[in-house]
C-alpha cells in the first residue's frame, strides 16, 4: 500500500496511513526546503496513534522521507502551518 500523510497541512503532528505491520522497522526524516535533514526517527513496530511531532517547526514546505523495512523509500511533501 501507498502510505499517506495526514492531516497535511498541519499544526503540530503528521500521522502516517497505509502502513503495513511488514513495512516495520520504518525510519522518518524529515529534510527543510534546502535539503537539510532536520528530524530523523524510527519506529520498530506499528502502533495505532504513531505521530510525527512537527509544532517545533517553522511554518513552511517539508519533505518526509520513508525508509520500510522492505527496502521501499517514499517522499511525501507535507505543509507546516503556523500556530
Known sequence: STPIIVP????SYLRI?????????????VYNPQGIRIMS???K??????????????????LLHLHTSRGMQYVRGFVKLAD
Open 8 to 11: 497535511n497541512p498541519a499544526f
Open 17 to 29: 496511513d497505509g502502513l503495513t505491520a511488514e513495512d516495520f522497522p520504518l525510519r522518518c526524516e
Open 41 to 43: 526517527l524510527v519506529w
Open 45 to 62: 513496530e506499528k502502533h495505532t496513534g504513531q505521530k510525527i511531532p512537527i509544532a517545533h517547526l517553522r511554518d513552511g514546505y517539508y
